[in-house]
């Protein structure tokens, strides 16, 4: 038997969850809200009104509703946990590949990553930072999240495509409370039939370590 659900918190959750995929520019209109949960305008006031409270969520003096300040709290205590996990995970993947592997986060409309870990035992390796961001819709790990989106956990790959002579291949986190893709990246090819299993399956394996659950 299912458990039971607060269907008030299940709504709150599920109007950050819209706020926090939409363009931090524009927002989402108090319609899209209502029209996302299937309930009134009321209602929805309610639950903005809520979250606004906590810092949570802001309503803009156009109406639309923007991510607030009060989820750095949570994101920076999420930040520890996601490293300890990823970073076992992608030293396999990294040494099994020879490529350095990363787990990348959406921040808005942009795809950062958070985690990198380079292989121990390469010559040459592609260096790539912590923290670098690019637009969502460029890149391996961008798409592989725009796949997700659309319902695909199947890996993508890249050419050059961020950086000159470089080879992307990733695949997206199972959908859960973290949107995102682990990658890999290198100097030599990346063919996605053949590397996209290990990467799909470290992928896997950071989702169940932070208890995503599928949907």
Do not use: K
Request: hydrophobic share 45%.
């Amino acid at each position: 038997m299912a458990p039971e659900l607060s269907q008030t918190l299940d709504r709150g959750l599920r109007v950050l969850t819209l706020v926090a995929r939409a363009d931090p520019n524009r927002g989402v209109t108090m319609t899209q809200i209502a029209d996302e949960l299937g309930v009134g305008r009321t209602i929805a006031y309610r639950l903005v009104a809520t979250l606004e409270a906590h810092a949570l969520v802001v309503r803009r003096p156009d109406g639309r509703v923007t991510l607030g300040l009060g989820v750095a709290r949570f994101a920076g205590a999420l930040g520890p946990l996601v490293r300890d996990v990823a970073t076992p995970v992608l030293r396999r993947l990294a040494d099994e590949l020879g490529a350095t592997t990363h787990l990348t986060l959406v921040e808005g409309s942009e795809a950062v990553a958070v985690v990198v870990v380079e292989p121990s035992w390469t010559d040459y390796h592609v260096a790539y930072r912590t923290g670098s961001r690019h637009p969502i819709g460029r890149g391996a790990a961008g798409l592989a999240i725009l796949a997700g989106r659309e319902g695909s956990l199947d890996p993508v790959g890249t050419h050059g495509e961020l950086q000159p002579g470089a080879h992307g291949v990733a695949a997206a986190l199972p959908p859960g409370a973290v949107e995102g893709s682990v990658g890999a990246v290198a100097l030599h090819e990346l063919p996605v039939d053949e590397v996209g299993p290990s990467v799909a399956r470290a992928a896997q394996a950071i989702a169940d370590a932070l208890r995503l659950p599928e949907a």
